[in-house]
């Protein structure tokens, strides 16, 4: 269920939102031993995983700042696995459709295009960005048959995720 949002800030995925620590909810062991290791160690941020099912989500990975002690929560990604490309437009389609009326105030855009990473595979995205530059953001990643190759057993996802806008900056220059 979702809840009006007057602010981003506002909205949660697995009942953890932008701005909290995530130290209230993981110790600062977990927090290090789930980083994902995605970016090379001098980066400004770094991603962790919660580490079990939260709520609705079958995964719960945050972006938090490397020299933060806080570890204050920049973006939230909930994932859950789907069974291929129509499954996941589906339930992406129902879900933008209960949300939208909450951010009337947000910019909406709709797309599809090559991941960054995986060459061959395709997001389909909407994202909802604010004035200040935060944003929401619900996406199908599907698995192209040559990323799999390559990386292995990856499996198509939905993911909802809210960001801030200074990590929206930072990967984006990246």
């Known amino acids: 269920s979702w809840t009006k949002a007057d602010d981003i800030r506002d909205f949660e995925i697995g009942g953890i939102t932008l701005g909290d620590s995530l130290l209230d909810y993981m110790s600062k062991k977990e927090i290090i031993n789930y980083e994902q290791k995605h970016y090379n160690l001098n980066s400004k941020f770094f991603e962790t995983q919660y580490p079990k099912s939260k709520g609705l989500y079958k995964y719960l990975l945050f972006h938090v700042k490397r020299n933060d002690p806080s570890y204050i929560v920049h973006l939230i990604r909930g994932v859950n696995i789907v069974d291929g490309k129509n499954e996941c437009l589906k339930i992406k389609k129902k879900i933008v459709k209960e949300i939208k009326p909450l951010f009337n105030e947000s910019k909406f855009q709709e797309g599809s295009h090559k991941h960054y990473y995986y060459k061959n ?11 200040n530059l935060d944003s929401v953001r619900i996406e199908c990643m599907i698995m192209h048959d040559k990323d799999l190759k390559i990386h292995g057993d990856i499996p198509d996802t939905l993911e ?15």
């Open 121 to 131: 595979s395709t997001q389909y995205i909407s994202n909802f960005e604010f004035k």
């Open 160 to 174: 909802v995720s809210i960001s801030s806008a200074e990590f929206e900056k930072w990967i984006n220059s990246l």
